[in-house]
Each structure stands twice: as C-alpha cells, then as structure tokens.
C-alpha cells in the first residue's frame, strides 16, 4: 500500500522558519516533489527533486528561501522553509511518481505524481 505522509506544518510567525516531512511507503519514488493550495486558489508547484537529488526546481515565489532533500535510505522527503511570509500559508502536500524509472527526471506539472499526501497546514501570521 502506497502512502505518504507529511508532517511538521504548524503556525510560524513571518521571517520564521519550518521543516516540513514526508514519509513514504509502498513502492520505490523516483521525482518527489511538494505542491501548495491557499484557499479558493489553484494547488501550485512549490519544489521537486531527482531520484538522485542531482536535479531541483523551486517555484519563482519560493526561490532562494525553500530547500528540497530527499534521504532515500529512509524514504523521506523534506521542505526546509526559511524567511516565511503570509503569502506562504496553505497546506503543502508531498507528491510522488514511481513510473519514471529516471534517477534524474523530474516535473513541476500535478499531473506527473500519481501519488500525494493529505497535506499539512503551514499558517504564517503575527
């Protein structure tokens, strides 16, 4: 059975910093990637990395302040969040693909990850 789950959301005030986890179970991930959705907006590409974490991609809004690893020995996925705005909060979801077969190959498009989390709820607010 194929799951992931995120953890570490939590309500940071602005400049702050979170760490956000996702475990995953079930089958082996190749891209791994994290998504966001604010309310009554579009869930959007936050982040994704490589199989062998050699490729990484960031969103535009998230560049510079946001870092993807990945430990494959424990099937973990992680999102370290730094200088935190409002504009940041929504619940992040973990997505991942296992059909690729690429070390190297990643997305930022929703529709390469057949696999998601339930989400974790980030709130940035003073």
């Known amino acids: 059975q194929v799951q992931l789950v995120e953890s570490g959301g939590g309500l940071v005030q602005p400049g702050g910093s979170l760490k956000l986890s996702c475990t995953a179970s079930?089958?082996?991930?190749?891209?791994m990637g994290w998504f966001r959705q604010a309310p009554g907006m579009e869930r959007e590409f936050v982040a994704v990395t490589s199989r062998s974490s050699a490729v990484t991609y960031y969103g535009d809004s998230v560049k510079g302040r946001f870092t993807i690893s990945r430990d494959n020995a424990k099937s973990m996925l992680y999102l370290q969040m730094n200088n935190l705005e409002p504009e940041d909060t929504a619940i992040y979801y973990c997505?991942?693909?296992?059909?690729?077969?690429?070390?190297?190959?990643?997305?930022?498009?929703?529709?390469?990850?057949?696999?998601w989390g339930q989400g974790t709820q980030v709130t940035v607010s003073s």
């Open positions: 079930g089958r082996t991930f190749y891209a």
């Open positions: 997505a991942a693909e296992a059909n690729s077969g690429s070390i190297r190959w990643v997305t930022s498009q929703k529709g390469g990850y057949r696999y």
